[in-house]
């Protein structure tokens, strides 16, 4: 599987010599690429994302957002994902559960939960980051 893992690197936006280096030795961004290419050379349908993006630069971050959307869209996956990152929300989801005070507190398409009077997503999407998202994606269609 090793050989597998290391032939997929270049999908994944990572030289084969990476399978080289030492866990040690490599970036956030490139830990969290190996990472996914080890999960996806099994072929699975269905994918678990934690906090993907947690630790990595902004730039790294939207590299991470974009890879992830084009596997989806290539390997036919589903994808399951935790996240708190307002920009890999607006970059990546085609529907979500907001889970605030214990319970499911919106579902659907962002569009569907943006419109949610529930306080803790107003309190979430309120915020000057989700506030410029959402003006932009008004403004640009984004």
Request: charged share 25%; glycine share 10%.
């Amino acid at each position: 599987m090793r050989n597998e893992v290391v032939e997929g690197f270049g999908t994944y936006g990572l030289d084969p010599d990476v399978g080289k280096l030492y866990p040690s030795e490599l970036s956030g961004g490139m830990v969290k690429r190996a990472a996914l290419a080890r999960a996806l050379v099994m072929d699975p349908k269905l994918l678990f994302l934690d906090e993907p993006t947690s630790g990595l630069d902004p730039v790294s971050a939207e590299a991470f957002d974009n890879l992830i959307t084009q596997l989806r869209s290539l390997l036919g996956l589903t994808i399951v994902m935790v996240t708190h990152d307002i920009d890999t929300i607006f970059n990546v989801i085609d529907r979500m559960s907001v889970l605030g005070e214990g319970r499911v507190a919106a579902q659907g398409t962002l569009e569907e939960v943006l419109k949610s009077d529930h306080p803790f997503i107003r309190q979430f999407f309120g915020g000057n980051r989700a506030k410029a998202r959402i003006l932009e994606k008004e403004c640009h269609g984004k």
